[in-house]
Structure formats: C-alpha cells, structure tokens
C-alpha cells in the first residue's frame, strides 16, 4: 500500500518502561524527519478537534544488541533515514544532553537500544530482515 516502510528496532533486554519510551521517542524521530506522513487532526461526532496521527504503520520489532548493530550498519549502507537512540541517553533529562552522549559514543560500536528506520520498502526489508515483530 506505500512505497515507504518505517520500522522501529527496540532491544529486547530493556525493562517495559524503557521499550515503551525509546519507541515514543523513535516514533517521533520518523514523523519529524517525514512530515508528510502525518495526517489530519481526528474530529469527534461533537466538532471537537483532536491531534494528529501518522497516516502510515510504524512496525515494531525487538532485537539484541548485536541485531540493532547489523540493522544500523546495513541501514547506513542502503542510505535510509535512521534515529538512533543509544542507552546513554536513558541518564540524560533533555534534548542537549542526549546529543552530547550520543557524539561521545563509539561510532563503530553505538550501544543501541533502540532504532527508527525509514525508506523505500524493499530496502528497509532488508535491514530488518530475520527480526521478530515486538510481542
């Protein structure tokens, strides 16, 4: 049904709380680097007018530490539009500091816990591929 195919990566070692606040955080990484995906604000049977949702499905898949390494490598090799949201950022309480721990990780060895990745479908398939959907 669309070109594009937006998957979201969260490791499966995370307490509930952390998976739920890293996919919120990825959600908003997607919407804000496509724009176009969101939708119209919802109106109830009253008028009353309500936020705006993406017009696109955000899969969800949970992998280990390696799995999100490979997935972020090959997405780096196929060009997509990647949010990555590394355990650092867990100790950090705003937007500033997540981007200091994040430019201090390893590049090469980013301690994910949590990715966002978005493209063309058949190319995001191929990062994703062997990966479970989230439970």
């Given amino acids: 049904m669309f070109d594009t195919k937006n998957a979201l990566i969260v490791r ?10 890293v ?33 696109e499905p955000m899969l969800i ?10 997935a972020h490598g090959k997405g780096l090799e196929r060009e997509l539009t990647l949010t990555p949201y590394v355990e650092a950022m867990f100790a950090t309480g705003h937007d500033a500091a997540n981007r200091e721990v ?26 994703i591929k062997g990966l479970k959907l989230h439970p």
């Avoid at 499966?12 to 606040?21: E, I």
């Avoid at 898949?61 to 490979?70: G, M």
């Fill in 12 to 21: 499966n070692d995370l307490a509930p709380w952390q998976r739920l606040n």
């Fill in 23 to 55: 996919v919120a955080f990825l959600a908003t990484g997607i919407t804000s680097g496509a724009p176009e995906i969101i939708g119209k604000p919802y109106v109830d049977s009253l008028g009353r007018q309500y936020g705006k949702l993406a017009g």
């Fill in 102 to 127: 994040f430019l201090a990780e390893d590049a090469n060895n980013l301690n994910l816990v949590g990715l966002a990745i978005r493209g063309p479908k058949k190319a995001v398939d191929k990062v």
């Fill in 61 to 70: 898949f949970e992998a280990d530490l390696a799995a999100l390494q490979k």
